[in-house]
């Protein structure tokens, strides 16, 4: 997807990926020797800073959040549940985002806000 350039011919494409960015932002340091041979307009992780957005998907960990915030910064992050996979029980979505590593901005951002701004930004 990224190789083809298809972030470069439509630049407001937004893509929301599940399970912490499938795990593709534990890697991003190993994906960059791409950078050399894709012939992409930017490095490929500056591809997901601003054009993807990561959820936890069912997987609630902390060390993950702080990874993703310092690789993508919480406006790329959105909170969502692995539903009906791995269902939330006794609070634990909220008890997830009320115990996180993160100012009050920051946790109202992955709660919320972060969805509401890019659904505001839907053109048809």
Same mark, same amino acid.
């Given at each position: 997807?990224?190789?083809?350039?298809?972030?470069?011919?439509?630049?407001?494409?937004?893509?929301?990926?599940?399970?912490?960015?499938?795990?593709?932002?534990? #890697?991003?340091?190993?994906?960059?020797?791409?950078?050399?041979?894709?012939?992409?307009?930017?490095?490929?992780?500056? #591809?997901?800073?601003?054009?993807?957005?990561?959820?936890?998907?069912?997987?609630?960990?902390?060390? #993950?959040?702080?990874?993703?915030?310092?690789?993508?910064?919480?406006?790329?992050?959105?909170?969502?549940?692995? #539903?009906?996979?791995?269902?939330?029980?006794?609070?634990?979505?909220?008890?997830?985002?009320?115990?996180?590593?993160?100012?009050?901005?920051?946790?109202?951002?992955?709660?919320?806000?972060?969805?509401?701004?890019?659904?505001?930004?839907?053109?048809?």
């Amino acid at each position: 997807m990224i190789v083809s350039g298809l972030f470069d011919r439509f630049p407001d494409l937004q893509v929301i990926l599940g399970h912490w960015g499938e795990v593709v932002l534990f #890697y991003l340091d190993r994906i960059a020797v791409l950078d050399r041979v894709a012939h992409l307009q930017r490095p490929v992780a500056e #591809y997901f800073r601003t054009n993807v957005f990561i959820t936890p998907g069912g997987i609630s960990s902390h060390r #993950y959040l702080r990874w993703s915030l310092e690789t993508v910064g919480a406006e790329r992050i959105m909170y969502a549940t692995d #539903y009906p996979f791995n269902r939330e029980r006794d609070g634990s979505a909220r008890r997830f985002l009320d115990t996180a590593p993160v100012s009050a901005a920051d946790r109202e951002r992955i709660a919320f806000r972060n969805w509401e701004e890019l659904v505001a930004g839907i053109r048809c």
